[in-house]
């Protein structure tokens, strides 16, 4: 998954992904040469973790 798709996925830009990699709160990242990419389920098990986590604090 390429930087432009994760951030429609989290309804942000490119430059906060980026921000987000370099900060480390964002797992599954792959620098491959110049590019960044994503591993799909990775961030799909990280975002479902998130989720939960907020909801369990919300009882």
Do not use: K, N
Not at 33 to 40: P, S
Not at 45 to 54: D, K, P, V
């Amino acid at each position: 998954m390429t930087p432009d798709e994760l951030a429609g996925w989290l309804h942000c830009s490119r430059r906060a992904v980026y921000d987000r990699v370099y900060r480390g709160q964002l797992p599954g990242s792959l620098r491959v040469g110049r590019r960044l990419y994503f591993m799909r389920e990775i961030v799909i098990a990280f975002l479902r973790e998130g989720t939960e986590g907020r909801s369990r604090r919300s009882q």
